[in-house]
């Protein structure tokens, strides 16, 4: 048969793209699924992909949790916590390109992605509650989008909720009816930028909101003095005054 994975790979032009391809259980979390996807990771690392798009086939991105899984022996949830903690921690861009059903674990997932790009179709569900248990592990990406108040009656009710209130509460950045469209967009807005230059601002997105207001001025001011004293900005200034592209866009080797 063809390509059997449940988590396919591919790299072009510097962007890699993790494809959730386990549609018998509507891409859920199971060891063999997180198993695949930590290698699709190592893959994008390998390559020094310069940003991550994660999306799916099938109706649904992901379902959560495997539960038959979860059933049948003592839990192991450290290769979702390191799934998460990569997605977040990597210094490249991750975008997530979602174009059905988001339920429970698949939040986590979700949320663990810079961008998140969703159809205007597609709905959300965190039903932990309705099974006994509680979105632990996720609600950790989750809550460093939202308020506790703004996800509250969701996480307390397994209630669905569609994209438009998703992105009122910042749950999701983008909702759109092209999918594809919107990322290729924001993809060639990531490759614009230099890379160092993407990572640094990925990595200060984070760091600034915990830090108090002088501490804050202090790292920022020096990061700043670095980064204008650098090679990458002498070549994106003489790019500008130049009016070309600077090297780094992969238009300017057109």
């Known amino acids: 048969m063809a390509d059997e994975r449940l988590v396919q790979h591919t790299t072009h032009n510097g962007i ?13 979390l199971s060891r063999r699924l997180l198993a695949e996807l930590h290698e699709a990771l190592d893959d994008a690392e390998d390559v020094d992909a310069r940003a991550i798009v994660l999306r799916h086939e099938g109706p649904a991105f992901c379902s959560g949790a495997d539960l038959k899984e979860r059933s049948a022996g003592p839990p192991d949830s ?33 949320t663990a992605c810079d961008l998140i790009v969703v159809n205007t179709s597609v709905t959300f569900a965190l039903t932990e509650v309705r099974i006994g248990v509680t979105a632990a592990i996720i609600s950790v990406p989750i809550l460093r989008r939202v308020s506790a108040g703004q996800i509250a009656a969701a996480m307390l009710t397994g209630e669905s909720f569609d994209a438009s209130t998703a992105f009122d509460i910042g749950l999701v950045t983008h909702v759109t009816n092209d999918v594809a469209a919107t990322v290729d ?16 601002t990925k990595a200060l997105l984070r760091r600034v909101p915990s830090l108090d207001r002088e501490a804050a001025f202090h790292e920022m001011r ?33």
């Open 16 to 28: 890699s793209t993790i494809t959730l391809n386990s549609q018998h259980n509507r891409n859920a």
């Open 78 to 110: 450290g290769p979702m916590v390191h799934a998460l903690e990569r997605l977040m921690d990597t210094p490249r861009p991750t975008i997530a390109a979602v174009n059905g059903a988001v339920r429970a674990g698949g939040l986590g997932l979700m």
């Open 222 to 254: 020096a990061l700043s003095e670095q980064f204008f004293t650098s090679e990458d900005a002498a070549e994106g200034m003489a790019s500008f005054i130049e009016k070309r592209l600077p090297k780094w866009n992969p238009d300017a080797r057109r």
């Open 185 to 200: 967009d924001l993809v060639r807005g990531v490759l614009a930028g230099a890379p160092r230059a993407v990572a640094a």
